[in-house]
Structure formats: structure tokens, C-alpha cells
């Protein structure tokens, strides 16, 4: 049977790690790759049976591809967020694919529980992440910070059955990742010469509520699929202000934008 190990990105989920690695024992190894939290991440993940290993965190793309370096050659990974639950029928599809398929990695839906509630709306869903993959012939495009981009020597599959995601718990948890995301998104468009103009944080949020609630059926999801579609543009509007302060900074002229 060919070798499979979950592995489980770390930062202060003391509150999830347990469940996660309890979900992830269908693998044949589960490795918990913690960037030094402070909280018992470390200790419940050691009790629950998972190896542990450290790393300081630079970005995203950095502490997957580091993962990755710490797994055999030749051995399949599957990364599982710390708030991520395989259930038994993905388990199985995975054993399947890497024992028969023929691609080097797969993209698995995700079921995202948005403030409690399954969410398939305003672009929740399928929401594919590519994280089944064949060490050795995979890696993460350094130049992706936030978002991470895999780059695949390979045929790239498709599973069907999806991962459960405990997403956003409450409105508070919900603008403390935003804050975060818009602040590496802003960066990325700066150091790409994104030069919006001055009307873009205020028109780009129209257009993005626009995307979400309507060409991504977020209306489907009632007055939940409202709210979220209304949060999502007036983070986007925070994303360009974030930019536009960027540029002051620097001492740039805004040029061509949306």
C-alpha cells in the first residue's frame, strides 16, 4: 500500500487539533507541522499520536513547501487544515485515488460551515483545494504568499467527496482573518503595480457584492448569503484602501486600476 501522511499546519489550534488528527487516522502517518505556538497545540498533538515538528512561520507557500521537504520521497500528503475534518467517505476516496489513480495530485471540494451553517453560496462552494499530492513532483509558488498556488509536474484529478471546514465561527474570528488576508492581498497587488484609481475602493465593492451575491448565487443562502456577500465586498473596499495607503506611502502615482 503506497505511504500516506496528513499533515496538519499549526498555530495556537489547541481548540481543533485533536478532532482533526482523530479525523486524519485512516492515513498511515499524521504530522503536525507547528509554527512554536504558545498555546498545548504541541502537547495534545503529541498525546493524540501525531509526530510534531517545528518550524518558524515566514508565509504560507514557505511552510507548505518545508512540509512537503519533511515527508518521504515518493509518498503521497495530504494537507488538512487544523479546522479541516476528513470524513470517513473522503478517507476512502483517497486510499482509491493514490492506490489506482494516475495523477500526481487531486483538488477536494470543501464543505465550509460559515457562523455555524454549511454554506454553498457566493462562492463557499465547491471551493477546490488542491492538497492531495505526490511528494517529489509538487510544490508551492514561492511567489504566493497568501492563497497558496501549487505547481504540479503532472496531471492534476478531481475528487468528489468533500472536507469539512469549521470556517468563520462568529463575525468576530471572521474580521480578524479578513484583516489579515486583506493586508497580504494589498502587498501582493502593490508589489505587482497595481495602480487603482481613486474611485476603485469605492466602486470595486459594488462590483464584488455583485459577483458574489448574484453570479455566484449567493442568494441561495437567504439573508446568510446576504450578509456574507455584503462582508466580503466591504473587505474587498478594505483591500484597495489598503493599497491606496501603500502607494502614499511610496510616494506613487495611481495609474491604471479597476
Known amino acids: 500500500m503506497t505511504a500516506l501522511t496528513v ?5 495556537n489550534e489547541a481548540e481543533h487539533v485533536r478532532a ?33 515538528v517545528q518550524r518558524p512561520f515566514d508565509n504560507y507557500a514557505g511552510q507548505r513547501n518545508a512540509a512537503l521537504d519533511a515527508i518521504g520521497a515518493g509518498e503521497w500528503v495530504l494537507f488538512v487544515d487544523a479546522d479541516e475534518r476528513v470524513t470517513p467517505a473522503l478517507a476512502g476516496e483517497v486510499r482509491s485515488v493514490i492506490a489506482t489513480g494516475s495523477a500526481t495530485a487531486y483538488r477536494i471540494p470543501r464543505h465550509n460551515y460559515i457562523f455555524g451553517r454549511l454554506t454553498l453560496g457566493a462562492g463557499w462552494y465547491p ?5 492531495l499530492l505526490r511528494q517529489g ?42 484583516a489579515r488576508y486583506t493586508a497580504y492581498d494589498a502587498r501582493i497587488l502593490f508589489e505587482q503595480g497595481m495602480r487603482p484609481k481613486v474611485y476603485t475602493p469605492f466602486t470595486q465593492p459594488v462590483r464584488h457584492f455583485i459577483w458574489r451575491f448574484v453570479t455566484l448565487k ?12 455584503l462582508l466580503m465586498a466591504w473587505y474587498e473596499g478594505v483591500k484597495y484602501r489598503r493599497l491606496a495607503g501603500l502607494i502614499r506611502e511610496n510616494n506613487q502615482p495611481t495609474g491604471a486600476g479597476n
Open 218 to 229: 449567493g442568494y441561495r443562502d437567504g439573508l446568510h448569503g446576504l450578509r456574507l456577500s
Open 20 to 52: 482533526c488528527i482523530e479525523s486524519a487516522a485512516f492515513a498511515d502517518r499524521v504530522m503536525v507541522f507547528d509554527s512554536f505556538s504558545t498555546d498545548a497545540t504541541v502537547e495534545i498533538a503529541r498525546a493524540s499520536g501525531a509526530t510534531v
Open 127 to 131: 471551493d477546490f483545494q488542491t492538497r
Open 137 to 178: 513532483r509538487v510544490q508551492y509558488d514561492p511567489k504566493v504568499l497568501v492563497h497558496e498556488v501549487v505547481l504540479v509536474d503532472g496531471e492534476t484529478g478531481t475528487l468528489s467527496q468533500p472536507l469539512v471546514h469549521y470556517n468563520y465561527r462568529d463575525a468576530a474570528q471572521f474580521a480578524a482573518k479578513q
Open 7 to 11: 499533515c496538519i499546519l499549526t498555530y
